[in-house]
């Protein structure tokens, strides 16, 4: 009986339980957020254990200069705002580790680091913090080991650290640029190779000028350059070794010859040739070889850029009337058309992500827009007079192109946008320049 | 006393499912008369749906009781939604505080209170309408309505479906009762408000396309317990998937550094105390 009544209660009580449960209500909430693209940085200079002298300068002037460089590359990202070293207060060695907060309210993130060498010829060992001023934590941080004449590439390792973790993207500022360098008049125009830091530094030419230099290409390896030479009537392909300074023939021909590029694993090379014309993409072993044919349709088809994985194309052909582009597999086969917006689309080239082609579009002007391989979200970057040719970055968010001005001159100049489209600016070069090339990231 | 526990969960186990069965079939739900002629009616268009809507409500709902100033916080009414004592009290404030020591993790209630099996009937009922998940659940899809924070004050619900002239004062009005959708959508709005400031979204390509669902449960004080949960993150592109994990990083950031939230309305904390999903968008900056 009283076992009876316990399990009533029990069963009761278990019942009530169920039928009590609260059912909470859910709040649900909307919040809209600012893209971020002014994110405070500090960039105080970097002390040293003891200021001694490099071939580079002092320990403690490399200090103020890395983060100088660290600064400029952030701010030419577009993506933050950064500020110093200069004017800053002085940052001792016991605060790199452990940063005073509270003397950087204002910021939102603080760049810390130091330099470090036993003088001389001495390798620098260059260490590199990142702090969450307002979390009051540390974000990242890394260090770095050159000869006192690559202390730049600290600076940029640094650099792409800080803007790794900050954007989620992978770095791109330790690369290079190649591209052509122009002078004299518009009709007699010098073109040139030269490469340079991708901020711009380090600028040398490669070629004299006695030839015409057009559409390099750094390789995979970033080691060599593909570029077309033309001396009167000699049409040539060269690869060009940066470190040795020697070069090779890949192809020669009397036809006109352009467009060479690299495919991701660096051995074959893609180049557009005129025959009678019709001109074609043929594939070429970077090592020298028969070239292969992989278009034949009647018009021009031209300018093959490969995807990432190597399985794909996309190049630019006119055979539906005007430029349009394209892709096919790798041995030339199931070649589609992807632009079906209006205008006329060129100089496709597949970023090193995959996930878009970035083309010149004209309409009217020339603008550089991207797509998806599958020719969908059509977005065009830039608005320029005649912008054109573009190369994307290592990491694939960012774009170099050229723009030509209207003027007479017609000079034209080296430009970067990001994705957004909305962080354009002029990359600094001591002369004209055209046809931009973006290097790998270096290792 | 084995045996009889045995019998207890058994009849326990067979009623819930019982129970259970029997509110799948909604045998319980009363059915709609269909009226086709409506007299035309005042709207005011909200871009939110909350729990209940406003118009409609002043009829059947039995009125929170018009003492705003000292109603105060019905301690853990949640956990015993049919309270057939009349009314919480004119119990000062701090109260309800000190009635909370512990279970600050959990906010789930797991207090059976087997002391009263009278009203235990009528709580079926009761607890029925509460449990009308789906317009709920409508809420939580949100309508996509990006607000910007706007600038209420504290006193932003003051007049607003809190009062009602009703003078019978029926028992029930539980604390955090039901809310007009005007109300809900400035209780959105504050704690979207809160949050705006501390947001700094990444920058990308297709960034504005994410969008991330967070789980915040907060306690009385209007702080965050435990840390957010990230449910899901839509908008997924592949040109915007390096920024997804920052993406999420700065949500629960951001909501972190905005805890405790101020200005929330504690007769509504049943309302607010479980924030899902809090959606946070990306709008490009200019």
């Known amino acids: ?443 | 006393m084995e045996r009889a526990e045995k019998i207890g969960f058994g009849v326990a186990s067979a009623g819930h499912v019982l129970l259970f069965g029997i509110l799948s079939l909604g045998l319980f739900a009363r059915p709609q008369p269909l009226k086709l002629n409506n007299p035309p009616m005042d709207v005011s268009i909200v871009d939110k749906v909350a729990l209940e809507s406003a118009a409609p409500q002043v009829a059947t709902q039995p009125p929170p009781a018009a003492h705003a100033p000292e109603q105060g916080p019905a301690e853990e009414a949640k956990a015993e939604p049919e309270t057939p004592a009349p009314q919480p009290e004119p119990t000062p404030r701090p109260v309800p505080k000190v009635e909370a020591p512990a279970p600050v993790p959990k906010p789930a209630p797991r207090k059976p209170a087997p002391e009263k099996p009278v009203p235990a009937k009528a709580t079926p009922k009761k607890a029925q309408p509460t449990k009308a998940t789906p317009p709920k659940t409508a809420t939580a899809k949100g309508s996509g309505q990006r607000n910007k924070g706007p600038l209420l004050g504290p006193d932003f619900l003051k007049g607003i479906a809190t009062e009602s002239p009703s003078p019978s004062p029926k028992p029930a009005a539980p604390s955090g009762a039901k809310m007009s959708s005007v109300a809900a959508r400035a209780l959105n709005d504050e704690i979207s408000r809160q949050i705006y400031p501390r947001l700094r979204l990444p920058s990308g390509a297709d960034v504005e396309k994410l969008v991330a669902l967070l789980e915040v449960r907060l306690d009385r004080s209007g702080a965050v317990i435990g840390t957010p949960q990230v449910i899901d993150v839509t908008g997924v592109t592949d040109s915007n998937q390096p920024q997804v994990n920052l993406y999420k990083e700065r949500a629960v950031q951001a909501v972190m550094q905005a805890s405790p939230f101020q200005n929330l309305p504690p007769q509504y904390y049943d309302q607010w105390k479980w924030l899902k999903p809090l959606s946070v968008y990306a709008r490009k900056a200019q």
């Open chain 1, 1 to 443: 009986m009283r076992m009876t009544a316990i399990g009533t209660r029990l069963t009761l009580a278990a019942l009530f339980a169920c039928m009590s449960l609260p059912v909470s209500a859910q709040l649900s909430v909307d919040v809209t957020g600012d893209i971020n693209n002014d994110l405070k940085i500090a960039v105080p200079a970097m002390p040293t254990t003891q200021s001694v002298a490099t071939p580079a300068g002092t320990t403690g002037e490399l200090g103020a200069k890395i983060a100088e460089v660290i600064a400029a590359d952030l701010k030419g990202s577009g993506l933050f705002a950064p500020s110093g070293p200069y004017g800053m207060r002085t940052v001792g060695m016991a605060e790199v580790t452990a940063p005073n907060y509270e003397a950087w309210a204002g910021y939102e993130a603080l760049v810390h680091g130091f330099v470090r060498s036993s003088g001389g010829n001495a390798d620098l060992t260059v260490g590199c913090y990142l702090y969450d001023i307002g979390g009051k934590s540390e974000l990242t941080r890394k260090g770095f080991v050159v000869a006192p004449a690559d202390w730049r590439r600290a600076a940029h390792k640094c650099a792409d650290a800080i803007y790794a973790r900050l954007s989620g993207e992978s770095p791109f500022f330790d690369s290079q640029i190649a591209y052509i360098a122009e002078s004299g008049p518009k009709d007699a125009r010098i073109k040139r190779l030269a490469i340079m830091d991708s901020d711009g530094a380090n600028h040398r030419f490669i070629t004299n000028g006695q030839s015409i230099a057009l559409t390099p290409r750094f390789s995979p390896d970033n080691r060599s350059l593909l570029y077309v030479s033309y001396i009167q009537q000699r049409v040539r392909i060269f690869v060009y070794d940066v470190s040795t300074h020697k070069q090779r023939l890949v192809t020669e021909s009397s036809n006109p010859t352009f467009a060479p590029r690299w495919s991701p694993d660096g051995r074959n090379i893609l180049f557009s040739m005129a025959i009678a014309g019709n001109t074609d993409i043929y594939r070429v072993p970077a090592s020298g070889g028969k070239p292969v044919r992989l278009t034949t349709s009647p018009g021009i088809d031209v300018g093959g850029s490969y995807s990432p994985d190597g399985t794909r194309i996309t190049f630019e052909s006119d055979r539906s009337s005007t430029q349009q582009i394209y892709v096919m597999n790798a041995d030339g086969s199931n070649q589609q058309r992807i632009s079906h917006g209006g205008g006329r689309y060129a100089t496709p080239e597949w970023s090193p992500r995959g996930d878009l082609i970035a083309f010149t579009k004209i309409a009217g002007d020339f603008h550089i827009a991207v797509m998806t391989p599958g020719g969908d979200n059509e977005r065009i970057l830039t608005n320029g007079w005649q912008d054109e040719a573009p190369t994307w970055s290592p990491n694939g968010r960012v774009l170099q192109f050229f723009r030509t001005s209207s003027g007479k001159s017609g000079a034209s100049q080296v430009w970067q946008v990001d994705l957004t489209g909305v962080n354009a600016r002029r990359i600094p070069t001591p002369l004209s320049g055209s046809d931009p090339a973006w290097g790998p990231l270096l290792p």
